[in-house]
Nanobody, 124 residues
Framework: QVVLVESGGGSVQAGGSLRLSCATS???????MAWFRQAPGKEREGVAT???????NYADSVKGRFTISADSAKNTLYLQMNTLKPEDTAMYYC???????????????????WGQGTQVTVSS
């Protein structure tokens, strides 16, 4: 059974930082993992991915501000978010297993497992 549990969300002012964590069991973070987010009234969008070669990919809206990483020893995925903006406000989800360890697209429909989400709110 694969279980993903996000944590680390909260409320911050614009310009602040947060680090999200996704504790994983039943699936290794050494394979493809991803972060998505969904704001009220909007579709879920891809934020960042990391594959088995530790190659990363980011949405244009977060490049240079967010960093995805994975700790295999702790089997935990992270998302370091710096210089946060009000438009980053959303529920953030980690996702796993798109059916490949190296192809990690920013497409929510291909991921098999999801966490319950952690809320990030950025005030101006």
């Amino acid at each position: 059974q694969v279980v993903l549990v996000e944590s680390g969300g909260g409320s911050v002012q614009a310009g602040g930082s947060l680090r999200l964590s996704c504790a994983t069991s039943g699936y290794t973070v050494s394979h493809c993992m991803a972060w998505f987010r969904q704001a009220p009234g909007k579709e879920r969008e891809g934020v960042a991915t990391i594959n088995s070669a530790r190659n990363t990919n980011y949405a244009d809206s977060v490049k240079g501000r967010f960093t995805i990483s994975a700790d295999s020893a702790k089997n935990t995925l992270y998302l370091q978010m710096n210089t946060l903006k009000p438009e980053d406000t959303a529920m953030y989800y980690c996702a796993a297993d798109p059916g490949s360890s190296w192809w990690c697209p920013l497409l929510s429909r291909v991921y098999k497992y999801w966490g319950q989400g952690t809320q990030v709110t950025v005030s101006s």
